[in-house]
Nanobody, 122 residues
Framework: VQLQASGGGLVQPGGSLRLSCAAS????????IGWFRQAPGKEREGVLS????????YYADSVKGRFTISRDNAKNMHYLQMNNLKPEDTAVYYC????????????????WGQGTLVTVSS
């Protein structure tokens, strides 16, 4: 069972980036998905999560209107689309999956990717 995050890099303020998360060893469509981030010197925070049936999506206030989460069950992947990036979005981003994981109500996720670094700077 593995999650592999990719797509991080350096982007200018106002730019966009899409992070990808490839799942292996399990069927992603049967799991809730989520993204967390950890900025230098700060605690990890939940960014977005989505239930397996698309019935519930959580957005952190700091990313509402700018970030979206999606999945491609045929490819066993999910994604984090980040638009209008700000320097405060600089962090290592982690993708997750879980049977009942939900950032909004604090239910943890079982599976974690290794993290990909996003740096927003001019």
């Amino acid at each position: 069972v593995q999650l592999q995050a990719s797509g991080g890099g350096l982007v200018q303020p106002g730019g966009s980036l899409r992070l990808s998360c490839a799942a292996s060893g399990f069927t992603l469509k049967d799991y809730n998905i989520g993204w967390f981030r950890q900025a230098p010197g700060k605690e990890r925070e939940g960014v977005l999560s989505q239930s397996k049936n698309y019935g519930s999506t959580y957005y952190a206030d700091s990313v509402k209107g700018r970030f979206t989460i999606s999945r491609d069950n045929a490819k066993n992947m999910h994604y984090l689309q980040m638009n209008n990036l700000k320097p405060e979005d600089t962090a290592v981003y982690y993708c997750t999956a879980g049977s009942y994981g939900d950032i909004g109500v604090g239910i943890p996720f079982e599976f974690w990717g290794q993290g990909t670094l996003v740096t927003v700077s001019s």
